[in-house]
């Protein structure tokens, strides 16, 4: 399975999923233009993508669904909730949506996707591992709070993706007005570098995790080298010896094949 973040932030986030030939986007918050210019140069053809999976409505992931999943004629692939409650406009004029029900699994030819429900404040937020049967990788991103089902499916997962958004002082002493700090904080909002390293540790330490990458880091609130080492050293202090790498906003990570 190959794996490669092409951007993760509150800019846009897309990530891509490949297994023997077939392959799938996890959200496309990019515009669908720069969601290509990206691929082509990762050396990826958008052509071959077979369709977008949908985690939720922020417009950082769904901004050009539309617009590739047309140019592309590949489908949308969403939950019936967010599907029913979200704003049409995300998905005027395409034909091709593929619903699933909320907790059930996906098949996708050679990939299996495994979406579960977390409290991250859009219409309705997923999110998920995807696994070929042999490796598992999970995106946490917008989580909100680690709950027990999201600490359940972290547990599968070889490769895990996870959100270390802000830095709480940097937050508190930064632009954002308390509202909105507030909902960043919250159970709807997201996770902290700190509550990143709290649901890593105790995922690595009963889990089968070999590789991390840190994603959605606000370019605010945080920065990539204050995640690095604010999560690599709490990992440290409990003796585990993982790799971690940070996402970037600007050009995602490199390839990880699993
Ligand atoms: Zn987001
Ligand atoms: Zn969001």
Same mark, same amino acid.
């Given at each position: 399975m190959i794996i490669q973040i092409l951007a993760s932030g509150s800019k846009g986030n897309v990530t891509y999923i490949e297994e023997q030939g077939y392959s799938v986007l996890v959200d496309c918050g990019l515009s669908a233009r720069e969601t290509v210019r990206r691929l082509r140069s990762a050396g990826k053809e958008p052509e071959k993508i077979r369709g977008i999976f949908?985690?939720?409505? /922020?417009?950082? /992931?769904?901004?050009?669904?539309?617009? @590739?999943?047309? $140019? @592309?004629?590949? =489908?949308? #692939? +969403?939950?019936?909730? %967010? *599907?029913?409650?979200?704003? =049409?406009?995300?998905?005027? &004029?395409?034909?091709? #949506?593929? +619903? *699933?029900? !909320?907790?059930? &699994?996906?098949?996708?030819?050679?990939?299996?996707?495994? =979406? @579960? =429900?977390? $409290? /991250?404040?859009?219409?309705?937020?997923?999110?998920?591992?995807?696994?070929?049967?042999?490796?598992?990788?999970? %995106? @946490?991103? &917008?989580?909100?709070?680690?709950?027990?089902?999201?600490?359940?499916?972290?547990? !599968?997962?070889?490769?895990?993706?996870?959100?270390?958004? /802000?830095?709480?002082?940097? %937050?508190s002493r930064g632009p954002y007005p308390l509202w909105l700090q507030q909902r960043i904080r919250s159970k709807i909002g997201h996770l902290s570098n700190k509550q990143c390293a709290d649901f890593l540790t105790e995922t690595c330490l009963s889990g089968k995790i070999q590789n991390i990458v840190l994603g959605h880091i606000s370019e605010e609130n945080n920065r990539y080298d204050l995640a690095l080492q604010t999560i690599r050293q709490h990992l440290q202090n409990h003796n585990i010896d993982i790799p971690v790498q940070a996402a970037t906003q600007f050009d995602g990570c490199k390839e990880i094949i699993l």
């Open positions: 949908i985690t939720h409505d /922020h417009q950082d /992931h769904i901004r050009g669904a539309r617009v @590739f999943s047309k $140019s @592309f004629n590949i =489908p949308v #692939i +969403l939950s019936e909730e %967010l *599907y029913t409650g979200m704003d =049409p406009k995300w998905l005027r &004029d395409i034909n091709n #949506i593929q +619903l *699933y029900k !909320t907790g059930s &699994d996906i098949p996708l030819e050679t990939l299996l996707l495994r =979406p @579960f =429900p977390v $409290s /991250h404040d859009a219409t309705q937020t997923v999110n998920l591992t995807f696994t070929n049967g042999k490796k598992t990788a999970g %995106l @946490f991103t &917008d989580l909100g709070t680690v709950s027990v089902l999201v600490k359940t499916h972290a547990l !599968t997962a070889d490769l895990i993706i996870a959100e270390a958004n /802000h830095d709480i002082s940097m %937050l």
